[in-house]
């Protein structure tokens, strides 16, 4: 798990790994002057060679690493945002309540409108007139990136947990051969639609993928189906149909006399042999 110092609410130098330049995770040290580091990170390095990547004092192996608990009681503590949530304001940076009174759209430059746009993730191919409209919609849905996300805030120690559940964390269809991914929150309304997930037939109740079901229900062989010939109007499911029509009245046979060639209606054959045989 890595974590980026930005998140926090608060620096804390001493906090950050010098290998990662992540938020420590395990900090362990191994040398008299406690130069802490990631425990994960601590290994790897030790693979190369083994001193501490600070001092360069000697370590034998991973196992003289010792866990820095006070260090890591501290950092437990630590203030953060989610990941996922709105970023911290960056230094030198206008605060949120001026960032908040926006120029009207109608009164911007087509290169402001198009720059806006694109830092809300949004088209900007258009006229003026499209390209107004088009970000002034999307202010009021309120749907452009900046203030957007996860409004999560707690401790270090409860990230791990938090991320677990968060609604805005990116998490991938759990359909086979969907290699689609949607924000947590977004997730069942994916899978509603996902070409990918399972549903029963509902003629046979088999098994298949969604995208591949009008297919199915083609060839499905306990689908009903109308009888073809003209005058039948009777229903049969696909995988007996051709039975029904060796029986129907009104499909097209040839004439059971030999020498006969006529095709008519089954029907209408006993008739016919009388009449003309």
Known sequence: MWIDPDWLEEKCDECVCALCFGVMVEPASACVEVHSFCRGCYVKALVGQKKCPACRRPVADESKLARNRQLEGIIGKLRLRCEHGEKREEAGGPPAAKRAKLEPAASMTVQALRKEL??????????KPELVARLEEDRQQGAGKQGAGCGWRGCVGELAAHRGECAWA???CPNKGCTESALRKDLPAHEATCEHRVVDCRHCGKQVERGSLAEHEVRCPEARIECPNEGCNKQRARGIMNVHRGRCRHEEVTCPCPGCDER???KDSTRHVTVRH
Not at 118 to 127: D, H, I, S
Request: aromatic letters at 0%.
């Open 118 to 127: 694109r830092q809300r993730g949004l088209k900007t191919p258009g006229t």
């Open 264 to 266: 008519l209606l089954r």
């Open 170 to 172: 990116p998490v991938k």
